[in-house]
């Protein structure tokens, strides 16, 4: 069945952690490297435009963004890690955050890690989705951007991805395909979420 979305809202940016809604509902969080197509990605699954705002200047995400959808689970917009156009010291004070959320957020379900699929391997993605194995972070890889190539292109990238991961893990983690412009990929994601929601009642 499908999972529809009837409604989500913006509630609320909090610094860090501490400053986050008590957590009584699922949580699904989404992250990537800076302009990796995160915004558009979550527009483009709850059907409302303009709900994260988008930009071209990378790093624009600083603050844990907490959208609620149906009344029954959080949306996370998790800043961006990578480049960004911020000195070093708040880099840093940006990666702890999102390494405190990740690792102590009780009622985070599943973290999607968006990975650009039109680029080779970043040693930054590998290194963070390799953190997140360490640490038993549930998650799962969204390729995005999948219509600014050709198929065989971002294929060829995907699989020297897999060839690289599989280099550091046994199996790989489960993949996603999207593309915000065509919708790839949306009815994937929100199965997911349909199905870890219902695995935790």
């Known amino acids: 069945m499908e999972f529809i979305i009837k409604d989500a809202k913006f509630i609320m940016s909090s610094p860090g952690l501490k400053d986050c809604p008590p957590p009584t509902l699922p949580e699904f969080a989404f992250i990537g490297r800076s302009n990796v197509g995160k915004s558009s990605l979550i527009n483009m699954l709850t059907g409302i435009k303009n709900l994260a705002k988008t930009s071209t200047t990378p790093g624009k995400t600083r603050l844990i963004n907490h959208f609620l959808v149906n009344d029954s689970w959080f949306l996370i917009d998790l800043p ?3 480049y960004a156009k911020v000195s070093k010291e708040k880099r840093s004070e ?8 990740i690792s102590k957020r009780d009622s985070l379900y599943c973290l999607y890690v968006l990975i650009d699929s039109r680029l080779d391997p970043q040693p930054v993605d590998i290194k963070f989705i390799t953190w997140l194995g360490q640490n038993n972070v549930p998650f799962m890889i969204v390729f995005t951007k999948t219509d600014k190539l050709a198929q065989r292109d971002w ?3 995907v699989a020297e991805f897999k060839k690289v991961l599989l280099e550091l893990w046994d199996e790989l983690p489960p993949m996603i395909f999207s593309s915000a412009v065509k919708k790839l990929g949306r009815d994937e994601i929100l199965d997911s979420i349909q199905k870890a929601i219902k695995n935790k009642d």
């Open 80 to 82: 961006g890690y990578g």
């Open 94 to 101: 940006f990666q702890q955050t999102i390494l405190n959320y």
């Open 155 to 157: 294929q060829k990238n």
